[in-house]
């Protein structure tokens, strides 16, 4: 479909003069027309950036945040593929800072983790990244600096294609979805380690289990109490402090983008909270998923899909109608909503759906497979606790032996599922269509069709009581060996996710291949989200040479430390 | 000893070697055998090649040689070095401390009113902290009846469980006390939250406490929480009228609302009685060995 520039410009003007604040790019402002090519967005070959103090308001209140250019979130990034990218970034802080391209593939000294890729941004300096632009699509950009990423410092990356975008589209807009809190996230953090359900206002009471509300029998409570876990530990920081925003606006500052009915709106969302897996919705209007993580895919249409921490997803939406439609990104636990509106002109708004029903965590969220609890029904559910038989969740001869069983592993799962074509969390009975991982086909055919050379198991490990986290039972502050891989090696890596919480995995300068079923299709990733007690595996062509962070992008769950290094040698080609 | 065997028992469950523990009872249902495959494939996704890694990863030495650490190509290997230690620190080696005021509260036992505290803190990393438990009582026209201050090394060494060591003070108005302390601190099954410890005196006495408490959730705000405390002694301290055996027994619960998660105003009764020889010497002193009281207090989170 063509692009009608001149209707767009004038959208464009209008948007502008109905936007006041500064502290939102054009692009992320209330009544925003949408992005097109001759929009005010950050471009071309030189981009400064500087990263700084800024007060950030919402919902009456007014916070501290981290900011890039002054805007949170930061500005859009819209390069092309195939031209060179030369960003300086400008250390304005009393700290240091640095910026990670999430999702793009550069040399590693450009990735910009400090401590792996480079030393950092010190304050009142200016590092100058500079690399080819290989990729389309959407991507974002983050601080990989202490907890800053938490505090305002992400924004968008849009990268167009060299090509003709195989995505037809009349109109597109950026929804950027986040998490802030007033206080700050080393307090998060540092109230999860003293009381780790602090911030879970939702957990099963006495008057939940006499009305029923619960949906839990006293039978099932005493056997979670028995193992001392917890079925309404969905996510560790929840809506009791977070306010979810699309774009920078609270539910109530109702971020609105504008359409013209029977337009195509290509939608790139991203999730860039801290600690907030969403899930995403528009009351009747079906949504096209087209791209995942920056990489196309197999148009697949459905009702609702889940959007893990540091994921994008690409959807098309064509409203026909003269109105508005709600768009309705929920957190994982229903502890609260990102909220923002999709209309024909600015103030209108569609109904807002109430929060559903808690989820439940089941006994498949321990990694037990329920095939084989199909006869416990009968069984007395207390046995499960340690030590008195039945079924052991912290069996030390399920790990590896390269794995540490002590303090920080709480459990391990016994029988941990594939789990991609599961519903997610909260989803499993929502009477309406639901993206699974299964339903991503790469639109192109996977460039390497070798048969992995070799298995890797990684076990995601933690401790929720004591709020750690690891990889292999271990914190990466306790001198763990890097994820050596051999340059240009096929690997199958398996993640064993031991725990009860989702982990959002994320490998730097990579995509893998998800292995969900659709061989030599097999979908690009740069971030996988690994179900609670499940298990994922991806083909992994080791060809981008360098150190790399490989981490949870539960931002608190890598500040505990769940993050390692993946190597990649030889440097050299030539040494190989 | 008896009885501190008992509320140990949990500790101790929870501590045996989870290796001791049968799990004959899995039974593991193979999975089928399907073809990876063509996309309409019902178990598309299921990648039934369970991977044969499962039981024995392939752990390969080193793939690839080349530099240990690639960035001190582009940047002065000592700048890197220190990016790299405060990259370890940044992720796992979260050092942070809390301040529970588990009770602060006014006691009031038949026109009798006092005050009693229970407050602990600690601070340090996951494994290794520096912890410090309070606790004492007295009463408002009187003279401060018993305080104390313990100054811990804490050690965790179970998922849930740490161990605990360190010194005590005691002042009470019958004699002071220096004690060494050894105790056990953590999460039993079923949520409650116990604390062992044993202690061993500068006048050479032995004696025990064990106390466990439970959060029962009546809604989200108000909570209430029983809780039952144990002291022993291995001899007769007639100073402070204690026989050997169980001296002490209290029982208590407190409902507390919590406006926010950090404070939380309570009301609450405890019972208090001696048992054994103990009672029988406070009996002797002619003082009543068993009390009740109704307690007004804040519990709060720093």
Known sequence: ?576 | MRVIATALAPILLTIAPAAAQDHSAHTQTPPAQVTPAQTPDPHAGHDMQMPTDMQTPSVSASPGRGPADAADRYFDPAVMARAREQLRVENGEVITHAVILDRLEATFDDGDEGYAWDVQGWYGGDINRFWWKSEGEGAFDGDVEHAELQLLYSRAITPYFDLQGGVRQTYRPEGDRTDLVLGVQGLAPYWFEVDGALFISNEGEVTARAQAEYDLRLTQRLILQPRAEVSLSAEEIPEFAMGAGVSNVLAGARLRYEITRSFAPYVGVEWSGAVGDTRDLIKANGDDPDATRVVLGVRALF
């Open chain 1, 1 to 576: 479909m063509k692009l009608d520039r001149r209707t767009l410009l004038q959208a464009a003007g209008g948007a502008g003069l109905a936007s006041l604040s500064s502290l939102l790019p054009a692009w992320a402002q209330s009544g925003s027309a949408g992005i097109a090519p001759t929009l005010p967005t950050l471009s071309g070959a030189d981009i400064a950036l500087s990263v700084g103090h800024t007060p950030f308001s919402v919902g009456g209140r007014t916070g501290h945040a981290v900011t890039v250019n002054g805007t949170l979130p930061a500005p859009l990034l819209r390069l092309r593929e195939g031209q060179p990218a030369r960003l300086s970034v400008t250390n304005t802080l009393d700290e240091d800072t640095s910026i990670h391209w999430h999702g793009l593939l550069l040399p590693f000294q450009m990735d910009g983790v400090p401590g792996v890729s480079f030393p950092g941004i010190r304050p009142r300096e200016t590092f100058v990244y500079e690399f080819p632009v290989r990729q389309a699509g959407t991507f974002w950009y983050h601080s990989h600096s202490g907890l800053q990423e938490a505090m305002g410092h992400y924004g968008p990356i849009i990268i167009d294609p060299a090509t003709p975008d195989p995505v037809a589209y009349d109109r597109e807009h950026v929804l950027i979805l986040s998490d802030w809190s007033f206080l700050h996230p080393h307090e998060i953090l540092r109230r999860l380690k003293a009381s780790p359900g602090y911030f879970n206002q939702q957990r099963t009471t006495v008057a939940g289990l006499l009305s029923g509300e619960d949906r839990m029998s006293a039978e099932e409570r005493r056997m979670w109490a028995g193992m001392r876990m917890d079925p309404r530990d969905i996510l560790d920081v929840s809506g009791s402090t977070y306010t979810y925003l699309v774009n920078g606006h609270g539910p109530a500052e109702n971020w609105t983008g504008l359409f013209r009915p029977g337009e195509r709106v290509r939608l790139r969302i991203i999730n860039a909270a801290a600690m907030t897996i969403f899930n995403v919705r528009i009351p009747g209007l079906p949504m096209t998923i087209v791209q995942a993580d920056g990489e196309n895919v197999r148009p697949v249409e459905t009702d609702e899909f889940q959007i893990s921490i540091a994921e994008t997803y690409d959807v098309i939406v064509q409203p026909t109608e003269d109105r508005a439609f709600t768009i309705v990104a929920e957190a994982m636990d229903r502890s609260g909503m990102g909220r923002a509106t999709l209309a024909p002109r600015l103030g209108m708004s569609a109904e807002v759906p109430p929060l559903r029903q808690i989820p439940n965590l089941t006994m498949r969220d321990m990694g037990m497979d329920m095939g084989s609890m199909a006869g416990m029904s009968g069984m007395d559910h207390g046995g499960m606790d340690h030590g008195s038989g039945g079924m052991n969740m912290r069996d030390p001869s399920l790990a590896p032996p390269n794995m540490a069983v002590g303090v920080g592993v709480q459990t391990i799962s016994p029988m941990p599922e594939n789990r991609l074509s599961e519903r997610p969390t909260g989803l499993e009975t929502v009477d309406h269509r639901v993206l699974v991982y299964t339903d991503l086909v790469a639109l192109t055919p996977n460039r390497d069709t070798r048969a992995p050379s070799r298995t890797m198991q990684i076990h995601l490990t933690g401790n929720m009581e004591r709020f750690m986290w690891g990889f292999d039972g271990r914190r990466f502050s306790e001198l763990v060996e890097p994820i050596r891989f051999a340059r240009n090696e096929r690997v199958r890596v398996t993640l064993i996710n031991d725990t009860m919480m989702s982990h959002p995995i994320h490998l730097h300068g990579h995509f893998f291949e998800l292995v969900n079923g659709h061989p030599g299709h097999q979908p690009l990733k740069h971030t996988v989200n690994v179900a609670p007690g499940g298990r994922v595996s991806f083909d992994l062509t080791a060809d981008n040479p360098g150190d790399w962070a490989f981490h949870c992008h539960m931002l608190m769950h890598m500040h505990a430390g769940m993050f390692n290094v993946v190597t990649v040698r030889p440097l050299d080609e030539a040494a190989s």
